[in-house]
């Protein structure tokens, strides 16, 4: 049986998933960010405090279809902007028909039905996250941080963040206080 986890973004999610379906006696088959693969059925019972649990951790299963999609979509920008070793050059319309297995239109289309906004900007919010995280770090130069991003400038960079944020990046890593937000609350 498929089970489908909203807010399981990173590694750390996925051994808090791992360790409650095995507190409650599951054999896991597969697990991956957002989707888990256990052994048999679960009754309509067992699933609903499995949800209650999963509730209490921050987590929540997802049922309908649109929501798996949706969860999918954003799983997969999450892992492409924060868990890939990669640098972000690639068309994020392609990328996401390949590992979803659906037209980019329909989930376009989708995405903003439900969410109220688009893929795009969703997808330019992890980004703009991804580079605070990164100038807080203060390892890599606003160059090195556009070009792993995948900016083609760091003009470009640069206005996207003043855009999002309202501030520069410069004056953003000066900050005593830095107003970096959790991922799943994007």
């Not at 590694?11 to 507190?23: H, I, P, Q, Y």
């Not at 991804?130 to 470009?156: H, M, N, P």
Request: hydrophobic content about 35%; glycine content about 4%; aromatic content about 8%.
């Amino acid at each position: 049986m498929k089970l489908y986890i909203k807010n399981m973004v990173c590694s750390r999610c996925s051994m808090v998933v791992k360790a409650e379906l095995e507190k409650n006696g599951l054999q896991i088959l597969s697990l991956q960010l957002g989707e888990v693969e256990i052994e048999g059925e679960l009754s309509k019972e067992k699933l609903q405090q499995l949800d209650v649990n999963f509730k209490a951790l921050g987590f929540e299963l997802i049922n309908n279809k649109k929501s798996q999609t949706i969860e999918k979509i954003k799983t997969e920008i999450i892992s492409l902007v924060h868990h890939s070793d990669e640098h972000i050059h690639t068309n994020l319309s392609e990328y996401l028909s390949t590992q979803i297995g659906q037209d980019y239109q329909h989930l376009s289309n989708l995405f903003s039905e439900v969410e109220g906004t688009t893929i795009e900007k969703y997808f330019i919010a992890q980004r703009i996250e991804k580079a605070k995280e990164l100038l807080i770090y203060g390892e890599l130069t606003l160059s090195q941080i556009a070009d792993e991003l995948g900016y083609s400038s760091v003009a470009y960079l640069s206005n996207q963040f003043k855009k999002i944020t309202g501030l520069t990046p410069s004056f953003f890593k000066n900050l005593k206080a830095n107003k970096r937000k959790n991922i799943d609350s994007l």
